[in-house]
C-alpha cells in the first residue's frame, strides 16, 4: 500500500520553473479537454442516442464515463488533486478514443486525442509538479499509512 501511496502522491522535489511548465500545462490542457466534456454534458439528450459503444457498456454508460473523465478527472489534473488517479481515465478515454473509436479515420479525425496523449501520459509520468493540491493531500495520507502501522 506505501509504493502505491508513493507511487499516487510523489515527494519529488520540482524546480520553480518546472513547476510552473507542468502547472501551466495542467490548466491549459485540462480547460482544454473540459470543454469537450462540457459541450457533452449540454448535449447529453442528443447525444446519449448516437454515441460510440466501444466496449459494449451501452451508449449513455460510454457518455457517462467520458463526461466523467473529461469534467470531473480534468478538473481534479487542474487542481493537481489525486492527479495521476485523475489521469488514468482520462488517458484511457482517449486511447479509446483514438484507437477504437477514431481508428479507421483520416488523421485529422485522430489528431485531437493524439495531441492530448503526447502532453497527458508524460504529465501522468513526470507528476503534478510542487504547485498542486497532492503536495497537501500526500503527506498526511502517507502520514496516517505510517502511523497505522
Known amino acids: 500500500m506505501n509504493r502505491i501511496l508513493k507511487f499516487l502522491f510523489p515527494a519529488k522535489s520540482y524546480c520553480t520553473s518546472e513547476s510552473w511548465l507542468l502547472l501551466t500545462l495542467r490548466i491549459l490542457f485540462g480547460v482544454l479537454l473540459m470543454t469537450h466534456g462540457i459541450a457533452k454534458w449540454s448535449a447529453f439528450g442528443d447525444l446519449a442516442a448516437s454515441f460510440p459503444d466501444p466496449l459494449g457498456f451501452g451508449r449513455h454508460a460510454s457518455l457517462v464515463l467520458a463526461i466523467f473523465a473529461e ?79
Open 71 to 149: 469534467i470531473i478527472c480534468a478538473a481534479g489534473v487542474i487542481a493537481g488533486a489525486f492527479f495521476r488517479l485523475a489521469l488514468i481515465p482520462m488517458i484511457f478515454t482517449l486511447c479509446i478514443a483514438l484507437f477504437v473509436v477514431h481508428g479507421g479515420d483520416p488523421f485529422a479525425a485522430r489528431e485531437l486525442p493524439l495531441l492530448y496523449l503526447a502532453v497527458f501520459v508524460p504529465l501522468f509520468i513526470t507528476g503534478p509538479g510542487a504547485y498542486a493540491l497532492d503536495r497537501l493531500i500526500g503527506p498526511g495520507l502517507t502520514a496516517r499509512k505510517t502511523a497505522s502501522h
